[in-house]
């Protein structure tokens, strides 16, 4: 198999730096031993993945430090240099005096002077010691969005990341956060899928310079919270078949050429 890095073809961000456009997603659920992380990536690596997408949430970022550490020790890369590794700031942190600790925290955990992409999860505060996914509106903060952003934009003039941008954000939300930034977002990552195909925000972002990556790019298929309506649709698969590719290939070729398929 030829590797990633000479087939998957990459974006030149605002900020110059180039981006893969595909990488594996770091998040599981359940969340597998830390062993078992670290082979999954080093197997990731080996068939030619070279853009790694983790996040303080998925609580994978201390395996995929381990796993570039072992990568680089058995010559896998022969620098950090080769890979493009993007983390994101969680809500908890979502404010000015928050984000330097949380992206040095970690960058600790990764064991890395740097990362490519830094993003902020969701635009939304959290209290301290929130739970994920059972929280109330008593543990929402007021998100002071531009106070936030100052902080990434200060990460990334100390070099701590060399691009950074949102993750989830609206329209309306960059529009105001473009407001008062004085270093543009390179990425809004986002749901996106061909049944999601965010047709208002992707030539939005597109106009201002701001490349929209998808997250969940086949549906959420055999997850607790999507569904397979997209991975199991009769057209895709009539796609698939005509070209001798599997579903979820064509899924991800969308993804990243913005086809048109309407389900």
Known sequence: ?????????????????KMPLVGLGCAAQ???????????????????YRHFDTATLY?????????VAKALEIGLIKSRDELFITSKLWCTDADHDLVLPALKQTLGKLGLEYLDLYLIHWPLRLKQG????????????????????KAMEECSKL???????????????ISKLQESATILPAVNQVEMNVGWQQRKLVPFAKEKGIHISAWSPLGGY????????????????????SRNKTVAQVLNYYDIFELKIFL
């Open 159 to 173: 070099g701590l990341t060399k691009s950074i941008g949102l993750s989830n954000f609206t329209c309306e939300k």
């Open 130 to 149: 929130t739970e994920v996914f059972n929280f109330t509106i008593d543990a929402i903060l007021p998100f002071d969005m531009h106070g936030t952003w």
């Open 222 to 241: 055999g997850t607790s919270w999507g569904s397979n309506a997209v991975m199991e649709s009769p057209i895709i698969k009539n796609i698939a078949d």
């Open 30 to 48: 359940p969340l597998p031993p830390s062993e078992q992380l670290v082979s999954i990536f080093i197997d990731a690596m080996e068939i030619g």
């Open 1 to 17: 198999m030829e590797k990633a890095g000479e087939t998957i073809p990459e974006i030149v961000l605002n900020t110059g730096h």
């Open 59 to 67: 609580g994978t970022e201390e395996a995929l430090g381990k796993a």
